[in-house]
């Protein structure tokens, strides 16, 4: 049920926010503002919420091959994308401020995760 709800608020989320398709070039991602990148078969969406506030946090998701990436991933885990390296920095927990989900960073004072495979990813997801 959390699962469904988090995916459905993102989704959302996800509609209010610009979207680029970069297929020539990769821009970086902005974390500055709420933004959706587009290239090939990977989707990236950076969501601020509650921006210039203390609850101010952000959220990331991450999709490839058209299936939601994520929570299968230990924190720091990482899937290399077009952007570079996307990190999980773990589902909202006791507070909505701070960085959630996929993040362009990795998460501070937590060891280095391991790379994820999107392939096996999508194949888990079918």
């Known amino acids: 049920m959390l699962r469904f709800l988090v ?5 959302c989320l996800g509609a209010m926010v610009s979207t680029t398709v970069a ?3 990769v821009e ?3 974390q500055g503002i709420s933004k ?10 950076h969501i601020i919420t509650g921006p210039r506030t203390d609850g101010e946090g952000t959220w ?4 490839y091959r058209e299936k939601v990436l994520g929570y ?11 952007w570079g390296r996307i990190y999980w920095h773990g589902t909202l ?9 996929w993040m362009p960073f990795p998460k ?4 280095e995760g391991r790379e994820l495979d999107p392939e096996k990813a999508v194949e888990k997801l079918e």
Request: aromatic residues 12%; hydrophobic residues 40%.
């Open 60 to 63: 990331g998701i991450l999709i």
């Open 28 to 30: 970086p991602v902005d």
């Open 23 to 25: 297929r020539d070039r």
């Open 93 to 101: 927990i006791r507070r909505l401020s701070g960085p959630h989900f």
């Open 72 to 82: 299968n991933a230990a924190v720091n885990d990482y899937y290399d994308t077009p």
């Open 7 to 11: 995916i459905s608020v993102l989704v």
């Open 36 to 45: 959706a990148y587009i290239n090939g078969v990977w989707s990236y969406t």
């Open 108 to 111: 501070v004072n937590r060891p």
